[in-house]
Structure formats: C-alpha cells, structure tokens
C-alpha cells in the first residue's frame, strides 16, 4: 500500500514563510510526477506547483499557477521519496488546504501507475 504524508502547514502572518514536505512510502518502485494542488473553502481544488522526475538526488522539471510564482518553490529529493513546497510572501489568498499528489508506480508483485493523494496539509495566512 502507498501513502502520502503531508507535514508544516500551520499559522503564519502575511509576508511569512512555510515549508510542506510529503513523504511517500509503502511499495513503491517508482515515482513520476509530484505536485502540491490546494483547496479553499468554497473553492476547486487547484494546482499549485508540480515537478517531474528527474535528477540524480532532486531535480527536474518546474510548473507553478501564476499566483504563485515567483514567492512558491517547488523540489524533490528523489531518494527519500519526498516533495517540498517553500512557500514565501505568503498571502490570505494563499489559505487553503494544501494537499500532495504523486504518479507512483507500486502494488507489490504486480506493480501498476497510479495518482495517490495526501490527506492535506492547512495553511492558515491571518495577522
């Protein structure tokens, strides 16, 4: 069984920094895409930031939503299986359930691609 574990959201003021991590684990034999999408109340959950495999520790390819470029960076460290998002100059519109996604190919003896996702992560942004 795969899991996606989510860690580091909390309370910060405006202007201030966090850092998510998501740990995946279980039977993995490899993992394609990772990425951070996030969920308002009231809102879609959306995309925000992703990163391709790649890399020999961390690496590869960047996509971030337009809102956060620029203040967001997204990174992986292929071999402890974990994406991070640094989040900067957080805003109020940046407050939302922030959850991990990753394209992993697992299951054991008869291994099979498939989308996991994390159970969420809160940022809460308020002075």
């Known amino acids: 069984q795969v899991q996606l574990v989510e860690s580091g959201g909390g309370l910060v003021q405006p202007g201030g920094s966090l850092r998510l991590s998501c740990v995946a684990s279980?039977?993995?034999?490899?993992?394609?895409?990772m990425g951070w999408y996030r969920q308002a109340p009231g809102k879609q959950r959306e995309l925000v930031a992703s990163i391709s495999s790649g890399g020999i520790t961390s690496g590869g390819s960047t996509k971030y939503a337009d809102p956060v470029k620029g203040r967001f960076t997204i990174s992986r460290d292929n071999a402890k299986n974990t994406v991070y998002l640094q989040m900067n100059s957080l805003k109020s519109e940046d407050m939302a359930v922030y959850y991990c996604n990753a394209y992993i190919l697992g299951g054991g003896r008869s291994p099979y691609w498939q989308d996991y996702w994390g159970r969420g992560t809160q940022v809460t942004v308020s002075s």
């Open positions: 279980g039977s993995i034999d490899s993992i394609a895409s």
